[in-house]
């Protein structure tokens, strides 16, 4: 397939923390999608902002002893936007995700709103996968005002297409959507229940839930952070968790399930710079993407070896 019309490559722009390593077996997408925010739009920004704050970030992951400087990222840029039509943008999404899937790549995709997940994943065509989901809200409704691919409606739409989904961060949802994860084994821990059980608890319980998942696919709404973490999202929630915790879940999961299962991809969705007076949810989603991708790296081997060769 040719992506190259579907992707916009400007060699000038800045690449994630500065990488452009093409043998590398991270591959970061952006995905400027922001149609259907309803409070707090901009996230069509967010790529730009992660990689600029991705410069600053030191390489040297101490919670994996990984040097994230080794293995690099190939920055392939930004997914073009068709301006109005989010199912569209859904398939150009999934078309290139599937173009680097192919290529044996792990897709890193900075959106952009949530429903970039919805192609990101679908991109694996495999709708046996598993998703490990943080996220403020349960992303369940089956419609939002009579619009099936809102950002409210993610999950749901995912769960149509038979994935296996794990929320974590829970705190903001509708009766609708509480009785539609109980009705269907939708595994769920609210941000409290992730306080009270810790991060070893909660990730022995998504092992266990994911125990038959050959693939697993993270996908992180930056809202899942408290908004004294993350201020900068398109849905701000309070009572939210903090980045230690979140990453110390991540670590546990991938390393629990590493025998059996593949993490084949994440993306980090719904930070919205125009409310980032700080820089300091920029600089949180980087970092979530630098360890995550150490995380990824030390548990997978044979991925430093793809990357030292060219
Ligand atoms: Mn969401
Ligand atoms: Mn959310």
Avoid at 248 to 275: A, C, H, M, Q, W
Wanted: charged share 25%.
């Amino acid at each position: 397939m040719d992506i190259s019309k579907l992707l916009y490559l400007n060699e000038s722009s800045t690449k994630f923390a500065g990488f452009n390593k093409e043998s590398s077996p991270f591959v970061i997408i952006g995905a400027p999608l922001d149609i259907t925010s309803s409070y707090r739009p901009g996230s069509r920004f967010a790529p730009l902002a992660i990689r600029n704050s991705a410069q600053t970030l030191e390489f040297l992951s101490l919670r994996t002893g990984i040097d994230i400087g080794d293995i690099g990222f190939n920055d392939v840029g930004d997914v073009i936007m068709h301006p109005s039509d989010v199912e569209e943008n859904i398939n150009r999404i999934a078309s290139v995700v599937s173009y680097f899937k192919d290529a044996n790549k792990i897709p890193i995709v900075l959106g952009g709103e949530h429903t970039v997940t919805i192609g990101s994943v679908k991109g694996f065509e495999d709708p046996s996968i598993c998703i490990l989901d943080f996220d403020a809200h349960f992303d369940l409704r089956d419609e939002y005002m009579g619009y099936k691919y809102d950002h409210a409606c993610v999950m749901r739409r995912l769960w149509e297409y038979g994935v296996k989904i794990f929320e974590i961060g829970t705190r903001a949802i509708s009766r609708e959507e509480l009785d539609f994860a109980n009705k269907n084994g939708i595994n769920y821990i609210t941000s409290p229940e992730v306080k009270l059980l810790g991060h070893r608890e909660v990730a022995r319980k998504v092992i266990n839930s994911f125990s038959e998942c050959k693939k697993l696919y993270i996908t992180y709404d930056m809202d899942a952070l408290d908004p004294s973490v993350a201020p900068a999202v398109a849905t701000p929630e309070p009572e939210g968790l903090d980045l230690s915790t979140v990453l110390d879940i991540v670590n546990l999961v991938v390393e629990g399930l590493s025998n059996r299962t593949k993490v084949v991809g994440f993306d980090v969705v719904e930070f919205s710079p125009p409310y980032d007076a700080t820089g300091v949810t920029a600089i949180v989603a980087s970092k979530l993407i630098i360890e995550t991708t150490a995380i990824i790296a030390k548990h997978y081997k044979n991925l430093l070896s793809l990357a030292t060769k060219s």
